[in-house]
């Protein structure tokens, strides 16, 4: 009789919990609290899931490189989604204000203060966003360009593929695997290895007692077979040029050989030419001179249409 008679009066006391003001409070504000955080939750991660299925959308294309309007759709659906984001926690903040009983309107001088003290030391934030801004509208680079950026404070560039751009940061890696966090507001340059097209250029020095005649043709030779060789046929946007005698030292004579290729493949045909060259010339009976063949790659940023 007694567990019955307590059992009854704890039932009793439930029901008056939940018609209480505390319970009612719960099943109305607080049940709308918590959906409202789990639906926002949801939406967050709906939003970066579009976003990385159309970064992945854009890799699974057939395309040796990615176009520039890919990069940039890249880059824009990410920002699209950090800022719906934002702007998605704000209004969540705004209704869970409301629902708690905070008045909107008394926050207004308080939040205006507090602005203006974190405006003044939030101005690298605002350097940052207006710079991100304007590196995607200009399209400066986007995701998977080879860049060299030039960051303030430091004696080196950061040289690496951009995996990432956000309003605030970019992100590279490097050829050692490392990742660059570079906040946009220490950029002050910017150099895209790999936008529109690219310059492979193969310094060769040859003996000063060399026929030149004979080499140039060698080196010729070596132009038109790159463009049917199977590694190159890819990468080449035209037949590689030879420019000539570049300098002359005491000891040797340079000359030099350029080869207009796809963005960011210059350093693989910078390689695949110089073992060609020197092949060439070994079995032509050309030494070689004691410094060995140096490749550098540079790029130019026109527009491979009007070349």
Do not use: C
Not at 32 to 41: D, N, S
Not at 173 to 189: A, H, L, M, W, Y
Request: glycine share 8%; no cysteine; net charge neutral.
């Amino acid at each position: 009789m007694n567990s019955i008679t307590t059992t009854y009066l704890a039932a009793v006391n439930w029901q008056d919990f939940w018609t209480g003001q505390l319970g009612e409070w719960l099943r109305t504000k607080g049940l709308h609290i918590v959906l409202v955080i789990a639906a926002a939750l949801l939406a967050t991660r709906l939003f970066r899931w579009i976003a990385g299925k159309i970064a992945r959308r854009l890799d699974s294309g057939e395309e040796l490189v990615r176009s520039e309007g890919a990069k940039h759709r890249a880059a824009v659906a990410s920002v699209i989604s950090s800022v719906l984001i934002a702007v998605l926690y704000v209004l969540v903040a705004v209704d869970l204000f409301d629902q708690l009983g905070l008045p909107i309107g008394s926050l207004v001088a308080p939040a205006a203060v507090l602005g203006a003290a974190l405006g003044f030391g939030a101005q690298r934030i605002v350097q940052d966003l207006l710079s991100g801004f304007f590196i995607i509208t200009e399209k400066q680079y986007g995701f998977g360009d080879l860049v060299a950026l030039t960051v303030t404070g430091s004696s080196t560039e950061a040289q690496g593929t951009v995996e990432d751009v956000t309003l605030r940061v970019t992100k590279l890696r490097t050829s050692d695997g490392e990742v660059f966090t570079i906040p946009n507001g220490q950029i002050v340059k910017a150099l895209n290895l790999s936008k529109d097209w690219a310059r492979a250029v193969v310094d060769i020095p040859v003996p000063t007692s060399a026929d030149l005649n004979k080499v140039n043709d060698v080196l010729h030779d070596v132009a038109s077979a790159a463009t049917t060789d199977a590694r190159l046929d890819q990468l080449l946007l035209d037949e590689p040029s030879l420019m000539g005698v570049e300098s002359i030292k005491l000891d040797t004579v340079n000359l030099r050989m350029v080869a207009r290729t796809l963005p960011g493949k210059q350093f693989e045909v910078g390689r695949v030419l110089r073992a060609m060259v020197l092949r060439s010339l070994r079995q032509a009976g050309i030494a070689s001179p004691t410094k060995p063949t140096t490749v550098e790659a540079i790029t130019h940023s026109g527009s491979s249409e009007g070349v």
